[in-house]
């Protein structure tokens, strides 16, 4: 169950402190905001199936902007009419499944080929 602290909203002090941990995320108009580049639309639902099933399991529920190549995630906790620790927590965890590349881990999955154009997913950020 969440704690109260979770539904506080922060400050703006507080709002830029935790963005140092999620550099490419930013806070504008009262929301958390990451865009993510894609290949393709097949990347593009990709991302939103992954955004989708962590916030449902989490029961906080992002707005999303699609395109084809693009996906806009927009997080903030309606009930406390801004930015709490639900929306930096559910920020770190889409942050870390969707720039997931096991290629990179040297273990036995080898992620999404890069010479392929076909196969292509997300354009990673680092």
């Known amino acids: ?31 958390l905001r990451r ?35 693009r996906v806009e995630v927009k997080l903030q906790t309606h009930s406390a009419k801004g930015i709490t620790a639900k929306d930096f927590a559910l920020a770190r965890k889409i942050e870390a499944v969707v720039h997931w590349q096991p290629g990179r881990e040297g273990g036995a999955l080898d992620g999404t080929p890069t010479t392929d154009a076909a196969a292509g997913y997300i354009i990673y950020d680092d």
């Open 1 to 31: 169950m969440t704690t109260a602290k979770a539904d506080v909203a922060l400050s703006e002090a507080e709002i830029a402190q935790q963005l140092t941990a999620l550099p490419h995320w930013t806070y504008g108009g009262g929301w």
């Open 35 to 69: 865009s993510y580049r894609t290949h393709s639309w097949k990347g593009t639902l990709m991302v939103v199936n992954v955004v989708g099933h962590l916030a449902e399991a989490a029961w906080h529920h992002p707005d999303l902007s699609v395109s084809y190549a």
